[in-house]
């Protein structure tokens, strides 16, 4: 597979999640649909394109992924490129299809910290809630003895997470994910949260599943 066909996936996937999760909280849908939205999207784009890229449409995943020995550092670099992108792109369309007065009201979907919550809780949500899906990207789809639901199983850790973590922290887990709604916004309150968190859940989840709990499935 052509690295660009890789870099087109992880565009298009990354697209699909930040437009998808920005229209829902621009539509007012509750935490649920929220968390709904972005767990379907999940598992359709990498249900339909993970076997092209591997479906990691978030930097937290890549960084877990290549901690894990599973990708390159160059590639690695390149796939986080082309999902910022990605993010950008779909805030942009989700702007577009918005009146200006609901998309601020929403900061377009903005990851953000709840009321009261310091940055230092914040960083420990997004921690936990990323190596939970790091952890199930490397059961479900990296390990070679996986089950063939990584789509499934990803889309569904990301809903439980929003569910669990929505009030606290946004629930990112993914810094192409407050990246882009931030830059077309320009709402980048605390937004350091969104890649320490995420990137040290997913550095360790990957670390921890490579080279101990599932060492058998990733290296064989």
């Given amino acids: 597979m052509k690295l660009s066909q890789k870099l087109t996936a992880e565009f298009i996937g990354t697209f699909t999640l930040i437009f998808a999760g920005v229209c829902s909280i621009c539509a007012n849908a509750g935490l649920v649909g929220i968390a709904l939205a972005h767990g379907l999207a999940l598992a359709v784009m990498i249900t339909s394109m993970g076997h092209v890229s591997g479906g990691h449409y978030n930097p937290a995943v890549t960084a877990g992924v290549l901690a894990g020995g599973k990708i390159s550092p160059s590639d690695a670099v390149a796939y986080i490129v082309a999902q910022l992108l990605g993010g950008v792109v779909g805030a942009l369309a989700a702007k577009s299809v918005f009146p200006e007065t609901v998309v601020q009201s929403a900061m377009l979907g903005t990851p953000m910290l709840g009321p009261g919550v310091t940055m230092a809780t914040g960083i420990l ?59 077309v916004g320009g709402y980048w309150d605390n937004h350091i949260v969104y890649w320490i968190g995420p990137v040290l859940g997913g550095v360790i989840a990957g670390l921890l599943y490579a080279k101990f709990t599932g060492k058998e499935g990733v290296t064989a």
């Fill in 125 to 183: 949500m997004e921690f936990i809630m990323t190596f939970f899906l790091v952890t199930v990207v490397f059961g479900s789809a990296v390990d070679n003895r996986a089950p063939k639901l990584g789509g499934l199983l990803i889309g569904l850790t990301v809903t439980m997470d929003i569910l669990a973590g929505g009030s606290i922290s946004g629930a990112s887990m993914n810094p192409a994910r407050t990246f882009g709604p931030a830059l």
